[in-house]
């Protein structure tokens, strides 16, 4: 009897898809789904406009300052609204996630303005969106921040409790959360000790418009993160092929190209603006929410939450009074891989997956997920 071989079908499918042998499995299955049903995230039209209509009718912002909220729709029960860091875009954020996300529900992207920002109209759109979700869909969503987007969702939370409205959500998704100016940078320090808060302490030290240097500055902070994780080429190779791989730096370098001067400091404002949580815990002005909460931390946050980190303090203190339901864990790598850093849902891919799933499993039952 022949010998049973995969040769022939692996020759196929390479001759058809290009598909290396060398290639994860996972990585390839995954690179195909994603070729028969590539991400194609539509502009969302919302149903539901009043609380973003109220913010610009007090003159609090401008259409300039909106968000575009852009979807990928699905007929699961669980929908998810993503919330990205500074840069890149939220499409970016997950582009590994969202496969998963997309099994629970439609995902929900808000993409910040590249020439403006302002967080009382990113708030408000989030009301308005979560409005919509519960009323016209009858579905509850989960929020998903991750960095500067979980100090977003926190400071949206924080405005809801200040005028006496719980959000009707599902549950709420923290990754790495940066949620206030101290986070990033020691109030009185002469030299940021991240490499984040060299880019961003010039603009948290003026309040006058930085020059242009200082922006030309930042964006190569930027960018040199971003391609420090896409040189770890063998994570690389087990997560994207080299086409995706060239399709999310091409996207990603261009979101930190594109933002205007004025964009990167009314983001950088907005996160001088958001106050830690520590008044909030001493006031008694909790829970934030009663709906299920993850926060995530990686196991190495150091290149860009200063040390001491009042939002980091907050959790490891006092998490069941911010988050009853909530459950605080550290994202640790491989044996023997790269070290987890900070908000690495791409390069960190599948440290991060057990964690989503063990949430949303518990959300869909409505149990909370068991700490490891």
Known sequence: MPVLTLSPALALLAAFTRFSPTQPLHTFFRAAGYKLRPPRPLPHTPAVTQAQSDVLARGEATLSQRATVLCERRFGAIPTIVLGGFV????????????????????????????????????????????????????????????????????????????????????????????????????????????????????????????????????????????????????????LTPGELGQLRDRVLAAIQDLAPAGACERVDALRTMPPLSPWISAGQLPLTEAPALVLYAEKETAVLAAGSPTRAAFDSAMKAIFPCGELRVVSGAPGGSVVQHASLIFHYFQFLPHFAAFYHGVKSHKLPVAA
Do not use: M
């Open 88 to 239: 890149p875009d939220s499409t970016e954020q997950v582009f590994l996630l969202r496969g998963y996300l997309l099994r629970r529900g439609s995902v929900y992207y808000f993409n910040y303005p590249r020439g403006g920002f302002s967080p009382a109209l990113i708030c408000a759109q989030l009301d308005d969106l979560v409005a919509e979700l519960t009323t016209v869909h009858g579905q509850r969503p989960v929020v998903l921040g991750v960095s500067f987007g979980a100090g977003l969702v926190l400071d949206w939370l924080r405005r809801a409790r200040a005028a006496h409205r719980s959000p009707d959500i599902r549950g709420v998704v923290l990754v790495s959360p940066v949620a206030c100016a101290a986070d990033i940078v020691v109030p009185g320090e002469a030299k940021a000790s991240t490499l984040i808060g060299r880019a961003l302490k010039p603009y948290l030290d003026s309040r006058a418009p930085v020059g242009p240097e200082v922006i030309d500055r930042s964006r190569a902070i930027f960018a040199k993160i971003f391609e420090a994780g896409a040189q770890n080429r063998g994570a690389i190779r087990s997560l």
